[in-house]
């Protein structure tokens, strides 16, 4: 089975759409467990740089990621802090929490909106898998095991 959703996959289910930098960004609604407001992660020392820490989200430790570093974005303040959200993504048993600038809509992509992702230096590991246009501008949707770096779920399909 591949982990990257076929064109099929990406018009049947809803995305949900959230910002970074200004840019629009969207993953399977499926794979969203929740969206919390914005707290402070407890900081995991000698951590990779977009990790921002770990939470407690019901008794479960789920590792915190910065959108922003995450997606080579700047890192600079968002405009509008309060809307600042953590969007908690799954894999299979796997939770990650996701820093996002603000939460937007639900989006229903149409198959003539979609399309491939640009050429970014073949990095094997960029979780940009289609874009989609929308208002003028676009959205880029994103593989969650890609973007939380479930390595061993990318690495390794079942």
Known sequence: MS??????????????????????YAVLLSRVSEVIRDSTPTPV?????????ICHLRGNI???LDG??????????????T???????????HRVGLRVDAVGDLLQPKPE?????????????????????????????LDVPKLC???RDVKNPA
């Open 149 to 151: 770096r479930l390595e």
């Open 45 to 53: 020392p000698g951590a990779a740089g977009d990790l921002l820490g």
């Open 68 to 81: 922003r570093r995450r997606l080579g974005l700047s890192t600079t303040a968002p405009s509008d802090p």
């Open 3 to 24: 982990l990257v959703p076929s064109l099929e996959t990406i018009v049947r289910e809803p995305w949900l759409s959230f910002q970074l930098d200004g840019q629009h």
């Open 83 to 93: 809307a600042t959200r953590i969007v908690v993504c799954t894999h299979e048993t």
């Open 113 to 141: 909106a979609i399309e491939p992702p640009p050429l970014r230096s073949g990095r094997a590991d960029d979780p940009v898998q289609a874009v989609m246009g929308w208002h003028g501008g676009f959205v880029a949707l």
């Open 62 to 64: 789920v590792p915190v």
